[in-house]
């Protein structure tokens, strides 16, 4: 009994600190593009401790099964990727638009079925653009740090073969040395608790439209679906409009506290959904409790998260963030080209996407995905 608590919160702790320390550069890459203060990126960051850590405890608990969520990080790629976005105020209004169309998803059969009929390949493509944004910009940094992101590349591609899980953490830890060896680091701030801001949304008609709506799309496409799935390959049967309304719920609520959405986890999930947190799969939703109480404390420290990584060198953090979204950005971009019927569509939207173009105010992935719908439409008009 004692071994398989012990099995539990160890599964969830890496979990949860692969999910951080992998993907809070892309957080923080989000907070700064839409010029949220380091007070305003700490408040961010304790909003998404606690809505994951709010969310997996509810679900874990009531439907006895190992709920793991997180936050989007596709979600924040593409707020990092966006440009044109007015401030703060603005881009709350958008995540407050992508909670709600996530809890209507939850309260409306029909909403949900017209998201999976998106093609997968469109999705995909959209995602694989926004996703390579982020992962060019570590190969930017090269020519102004070639002593600390080639050797990280480098270790990288090694950690990626032995522990795949980890690789991005690994990078993490020897990139802090390394960079302290090579006097980069910053002075760190003093270590404090987090300070809970509240933003007021401003309701701007582009940033609603080429930020909430491609938030929204994203969230369901490359998490929620794919977290369902790793629950049900794992032999569970999770209860998706419950799930998705609770997940919804705790977006809308920290929203206003600079936090995009939060929603199921995928890899993180399987760590936790296996073997390896219980013997007895009836038993494995304590790691979902224990998950719950490490994202508090992640909740609690979000400021002194913020803080430490915001002394660590630029370079280092792109690094970090391309190695920790090159595997998904391959995954995506499969999917987008894998299908013969639309691979002119998904290449269109992806480099739509990709492009970063704005027109209207509208950022770029909404164009992606618009373009991509329509050469599709075009395409099956003709063959009939």
Known sequence: MRSGLVSAATAALVATVAGVGGTLPVVLAAAQAVGATPEQASSWVAGLGI?????????????????????????????????????????????VLAAVLILLTAALRPLGRLIERIPASIAAAMLGGILLHL????????????????????????????????????????????AWALGLVKPIPPLGLSHLALVAPAWDLATLVGLGVPLYL????????????????????????????????????????????????????????????????????????????????????????????GALPPALLATVAGTALLGSMASAMGGALGADQDRFAAAGTLAVTASGVTLMGVGSAFWGLCFGLLVLGVDRFVRR
């Open 218 to 309: 994203v969230t369901m496409a490359s998490q929620n679906l794919p977290g369902f799935a790793v629950l049900r390959a794992s032999g569970y049967r999770p209860p998706t409009q419950p799930v998705l309304a609770v997940t919804g719920a705790v977006s809308l609520g920290t929203a206003f506290l600079g936090a995009h959405t939060s929603n199921l986890a995928a890899i993180s999930a399987a760590l936790c959904t296996g073997p390896e947190a219980h013997p007895d799969p009836a038993q494995r939703w304590k790691a979902g409790v224990f998950y719950a109480l490490w994202w508090a404390l992640i909740a609690l420290f979000g400021a002194s998260l913020v803080g430490l990584f």
């Open 135 to 178: 992962v060019v910009a570590m190969f930017e940094h090269v020519p102004g740090a070639p002593l600390l992101v080639l050797p990280l590349i480098g270790l990288f591609l090694v950690a990626r073969a032995v522990m795949p899980t980890l690789a991005s953490l690994i990078v993490l830890a020897a990139g802090a040395l390394l």
């Open 51 to 95: 809505a994951t850590a709010l969310s997996a405890l509810v679900l874990s608990l009531r439907y006895r099964m190992p709920v793991i969520t997180a936050w989007s990080t596709p979600g924040a790629a593409l707020i990092a990727s966006t440009s044109g976005v007015p401030g703060l105020r603005a881009a709350v209004g958008a995540f």
